[in-house]
């Protein structure tokens, strides 16, 4: 019975030391998310925050895949909160005529050093066609 409970004690102390990057922290990555409008020539005509636009984040450096999604606010901003100390790459997705799916992704990595460090990234901007 004592060496079913050391067993115990020792893969809770391990598992509780080996914490990666993701959900169950408390550090915030914010940013903002600018939309950009081109007319035909290529040019800037107007800029705004880009509002309800998707956002996404990835988890570490091993994933391809995102692993959580929010949307902006009505200002353009964004907040992932409750975050682990690591890396990460946060993305969304601008338009682009040259490209097969008429979308391109616009990624900017960021890394929680602290445990409750609130990082801002910088601005986001992306193309609107």
Known sequence: MKSILIVSILCSVVSSCSKYEGQGGAATI???????????????????????????????EENT??????????????????????????????????????????IQEAIITEKNQELIMDTIFIKKI
């Open 30 to 60: 914010k940013g903002v998310v600018i939309e950009q409008r081109y007319n035909s020539l290529g040019n800037v005509i107007s800029s705004y925050p880009a509002q309800d636009q998707d956002i996404f984040i990835i988890y570490g």
């Open 65 to 106: 895949f995102y692993d959580d999604d929010i949307k902006t606010s009505f200002d353009g901003t964004f907040e992932f909160r409750y975050l682990r100390k690591g890396k990460y790459k946060v993305f969304t997705y601008e338009d682009c005529n040259t490209c097969p799916s008429g979308k391109k992704e616009v």
